[in-house]
């Protein structure tokens, strides 16, 4: 007779007053459990994962694992593991808690173990859904979209994909710098046979002769290349993190340029293919972006290897106490602990590794002070880390304050290198036990942890979405962490995740509803499609249709027939093709054409035109791009005004000359120093302001100066210098790179400005991804014959050797750890 498959729905009708439900709860709290309340357990996880919906199995599962890692007694999950397919799961059990002679009088116990070899990769166990997926990437040549929650796998799969297809021109797009440099990494220290020396991760380093080449590059990169070789084409195309194509929110820019990268790709060869990579898809048909025309196959895993524990508290006012939220039952069971601030619960429940959750950088800064000022000094060596970030920053910089407790910070405010520095000293060192982050770790940043606490649920100004939820919760205990040989432990196949009211949170917030639509068992993630380019134009409405009209447009005069646009309107001029090209997006272009021509006119007539310093670069900007022109943000906005590009000029002249950060901190204090008045209210852009200038202003824009101690000043100094550089980076550069092409600036000063220097040495290690800071300490004499430079195709070779030399010579210990990012020579 056929077993009727039973529901979660039908479950939850019946379980609330049962004896099962007693003795689940039970056990969810870690209490004794009767005889008869584990066979009762056990009995009803067994029918469960025969006979239950996908919920129910996940809720057998859990039992499973609960009751083994209470108890130690790993038998009932060893053979769920087995009947599952969960291959990492049963050789830990076999390796690490049974002897031999137990598990070969088990039932097939010698057979499955032999079985389980064909599970092997390299020196880790696979599960049989990461085995299908793997399987599915290598026998596919197609377009495909590959899905698999955090730790399945995926950089693997992306690094034998590249290596299996050398002979052909790839590309792999991430979404960040930070994923940039891990993937250049990986891909290098793969290369065991030095069959991969160069990694293509800045438009520059393309030189126009390559016939086959691997590049990495975020989709701002990749369109650069693009504009600047119109005949360049691609053979496969790797998309990591592909949800970003969709979007957080509508006319999200860097969602569109990524679609547009697309539709070029597509344009210039029909042969190319796709390969998208996510963690969360739903539908894997809305990876298509409607200009182009491709097919794809997708394959993902409804594996479920990690079952979370999750907890709510409410101290934004007063003590609350701390609930575990039961997502099969949707209900909330209480604990008996009571905490009265989120620094409590922290010190309560905390791991060895926690990773503390929070949408703003000054959030993040201020909580990581109030934090490690409840902790003692720790007694562990750490000069070396001190003296690492003292000497390339400021030894008044408040993360040292924080190192000292055993707490550390990162977000997208810090120096890219500190950055860095911080993910590699957190999971080196068992001393730090916080690291406190935004939505930075929400890109594939990958740090060892084992608990998160959430002190906010909302990433910019929206909640976290589900698929964002799930994303950040699958940081914590990845697979190479639980089933470690030497420190695995089967409990982390319990994640432990906290959602916390604090003050850091909106007061209207509700945590109880926000954990129940986030994390109940049954919720499907709905793909949320902001991006224009992905949908149907048919179901758009009029506001809608004019907006992707306006944006295929534009990527019309960037890349002519790319679209099925009809009647499109080109702009003929140089100078509006060259805002194209540099993707200027401040202004309309093509309403604003006649004008730039005759502000272009009127600065040629200049008796001067040949730019030869900051001063007159910044007023060529403003005379040429902004003068009588509508633009779109204040960013921009600000340089129409004399004494913004008079600071501007200052920062630049900084940047040509080579200044480090740490030079720059101090040329930022004397300039502070000259300050008085009203002027030391000085602006720092609404991710930091404190203060309105004017009682109708709508943001805190401005911190004044004269509220600040030294040492403040220093910190604000660095957030300032970091701000400034990224608006340079990604605003300002573009417009000298126009001002390159009409020929209006001297080659070495536009060196000084885009480099940092003329000397091409340097410059040819800037093109390879090196920092400056780095760049200026591998030419000198030490490292010759260690440092490989090609001056005419500017490659460079770094040999393995370089990493010992600069340890005897007590180079700084972030610059150490930047140059295993480049080693291709072993």
């Known amino acids: 007779m056929d077993i009727k498959e039973i529901t979660l729905k039908e479950f939850r009708k019946y379980q609330n007053s049962t004896f099962f439900n007693n003795a689940y709860v039970k056990l969810q709290l870690g209490k004794k459990l009767s005889d008869e309340e584990i066979v009762n357990l056990l009995s009803t996880a067994i029918f469960f994962s025969n006979w239950g919906d996908i919920d129910l199995q996940k809720l057998g599962y859990k039992i499973i694992v609960s009751y083994s890692n209470k108890y130690s007694d790993y038998k009932p999950l060893y053979d769920f593991a087995i009947n599952k397919g969960y291959i990492p799961v049963s050789k830990f059990i076999e390796n690490k808690h049974s002897n031999n002679r137990e598990f070969e009088e088990h039932f097939f116990g010698l057979f499955f173990s032999s079985f389980k070899e064909n599970f092997k990769e390299k020196n880790y166990y696979i599960s049989n859904g990461q085995k299908k997926l793997i399987e599915f990437s290598s026998n596919n040549d197609s377009n495909i979209v590959l899905v698999a929650p955090t730790s399945y796998g995926k950089s693997e799969i992306i690094i034998n994909k590249i290596f299996s297809n050398l002979d052909k021109k790839i590309c792999v797009i991430v979404p960040s710098k930070a994923l940039l440099s891990q993937t250049k990494k990986r891909l290098l220290d793969s290369s065991v046979n030095n069959e991969l020396s160069r990694i293509i991760t800045h438009p520059e380093m393309y030189t126009g002769n390559e016939e086959k080449f691997v590049s990495v590059l975020t989709q701002e990169r990749l369109l650069r290349l693009l504009q600047k070789n119109e005949s360049l084409t691609f053979d496969l195309v790797l998309v990591d993190e592909a949800h970003n194509l969709f979007g957080d929110k509508k006319n999200d820019g860097r969602s569109i340029l990524l679609a547009q990268t697309i539709i070029i790709l597509k344009t210039r060869n029909d042969n190319v293919k796709f390969n998208f990579f996510s963690p969360f898809i739903s539908n894997p048909e809305n990876l298509k972006v409607k200009q182009s025309n491709y097919e794809i196959s997708s394959s993902g895993t409804d594996e479920f290897i990690k079952t979370e524990k999750y907890f709510i508290c409410d101290v934004y006012k007063s003590e609350g106490e701390l609930l575990l939220y039961e997502q099969f039952t949707n209900s909330l069971i209480k604990t008996d602990k009571i905490f009265r601030n989120e620094i409590e619960i922290l010190s309560s429940e905390k791991a060895a590794k926690n990773i503390v959750y929070l949408n703003r950088p000054k959030h993040i800064e201020n909580f990581s002070q109030k934090l490690s000022n409840s902790f003692s000094e720790i007694n562990n060596d750490i000069d070396e880390i001190i003296t690492a970030i003292s000497d390339f920053l400021h030894p008044e910089y408040d993360l040292l304050k924080c190192i000292k407790k055993g707490v550390v910070y990162h977000h997208g405010g810090m120096p890219e290198l500190v950055r860095f520095y911080v993910e590699n000293i957190f999971s080196k060192y068992n001393f730090l036990n916080f690291v406190i982050t935004s939505s930075t770790l929400l890109e594939g940043v990958n740090i060892p942890a084992e608990k998160i606490f959430l002190l906010s649920t909302k990433k910019g100004r929206s909640n976290l979405s589900i698929s964002q939820f799930k994303n950040l919760i699958g940081r914590i205990n990845r697979f190479s962490e639980i089933f470690n040989k030497e420190n695995g432990n089967l409990e982390l196949l319990e994640p432990h995740i906290y959602v916390i009211k604090s003050e850091y949170e909106n007061k209207r917030a509700n945590i109880e509803t926000f954990i129940k639509k986030k994390a109940r068992t049954e919720l499907k993630i709905e793909d949320e499609v902001n991006n224009l380019l992905l949908k149907n134009e048919e179901q758009l409405n009029e506001a809608d249709r004019k907006e992707l009209k306006k944006t295929l447009e534009y990527l019309e005069n960037i890349e002519p027939n790319s679209t099925d646009l009809v009647d499109v309107t080109y702009v003929v001029s140089h100078i509006a093709k060259l805002c194209y090209q540099n993707n200027i997006n401040d202004f309309d272009i093509k309403a604003n054409e006649d004008i730039l021509i005759e502000n272009l006119k009127h600065y040629r007539k200049q008796l001067f035109t040949i730019i030869k310093d900051c001063n007159e670069l910044m007023y060529a900007i403003y005379i040429i791009f902004l003068k009588d022109i509508d633009i779109y943000g204040d960013s921009i906005r600000r340089l129409q005004n004399a004494s913004a590009r008079n600071f501007y000029s200052m920062i630049l002249e900084w940047r040509s000359s080579s200044a480090s950060f740490k ?115 591998v030419i000198q004499e030490n490292y010759r014959g260690l440092v490989e430079i090609n001056s005419r195709t500017e490659e460079v070779v770094i040999k393995a050797d370089i990493i010992e030399k600069m340890k005897l010579n007590n180079e700084n210990k972030i610059l150490i750890l930047e140059i295993k990012f480049h080693i291709n020579h072993r």
């Open 663 to 777: 030079e720059m901190i101090g040329s930022f204090m004397k300039y502070w120093s000259t300050l008085s008045g009203e002027s030391l209210l000085v602006y720092i852009g609404d991710k930091w302001g404190e203060e309105k200038r004017n009682l109708n202003d709508i943001k805190e824009l401005y911190v004044d100066l004269r509220k600040k101690n030294n040492s403040q000043k220093i910190n604000l100094a660095i957030l300032k210098i970091k701000e400034e550089q990224d608006f340079v980076e990604f605003n300002l550069l573009k417009y000298v790179e126009i001002i390159n092409e009409l020929h209006l600036i001297d080659s070495d000063f536009y060196d000084k400005i885009k480099y940092g220097t003329s000397d091409k040495r340097l410059i040819a290690l800037l093109k390879n991804g090196f920092s400056l800071e780095l760049s200026k300490c």
